[in-house]
């Protein structure tokens, strides 16, 4: 019974230890400013990314998305309610061959002065992200759309991010 124990004990530990993270840091998103009515809260909300789940939140959840997206008829920019100036625009390319080639080679950016919001978003471009917690993000723009619909200035951008969950600035390279 003894030897049990102490054959147990350590696959216990070992097993606690290997809890997978099921939170993606990196993939493909596209979000956009569509705003709905909330009978309830009797309020308009639209969607943005929130990094750190990895999924499409509601401006009205707490926490609320890190970056949500809009237009003034003119540019399409990226907007963060978190009262810091975060975003920082690393590079704008050509074409997605050069702007894919540099995100995957991107590791440690070095950012020399944050925006407060990312404007004007354009395709082919890279940008860094900094959430109120001091976590980063990497951003390549893959697409935008920007239109009049149904009397709005509507915006909707598919980008490429990854995410670094350890608050430093260094990413993972390809």
């Given at each position: 019974m003894r030897k049990a124990v102490y054959i147990l004990l350590p696959l216990l530990l070992i097993c606690h230890s290997c809890k997978k993270n099921d939170i993606p840091t990196s993939g493909t998103i596209t979000i956009d400013n569509t705003l709905t009515f909330d009978q309830t809260k009797q309020a308009y909300f639209g969607y943005g990314f929130l990094f750190s789940k990895a999924?499409?939140?509601?401006?009205?959840?707490?926490?609320g998305p890190d970056i949500t997206v809009d237009s003034d008829g003119t540019n399409v920019f990226f907007q963060a309610e978190n009262y810091k100036n975060s975003f920082y625009m690393?590079?704008?390319?050509?074409?997605a061959a050069s702007a894919e080639q540099a995100f995957s080679n991107l590791t440690a950016p070095v950012v020399n002065t944050w925006a407060e919001w990312a404007n004007p978003v354009n395709q082919n471009q890279i940008w860094i992200y900094r959430s109120d917690s001091e976590h980063y993000a990497k951003l390549r723009i893959i697409s935008?759309?920007?239109e009049v619909r149904g009397s709005?200035?509507?915006a909707e951008c598919t980008f490429e991010w990854v995410y670094q969950p350890d608050g430093s600035l260094t990413f993972p390279g390809k």
């Open positions: 999924e499409l939140v509601s401006t009205l959840e707490n926490p690393v590079a704008e390319f050509d074409d935008i759309v920007s709005r200035d509507f």
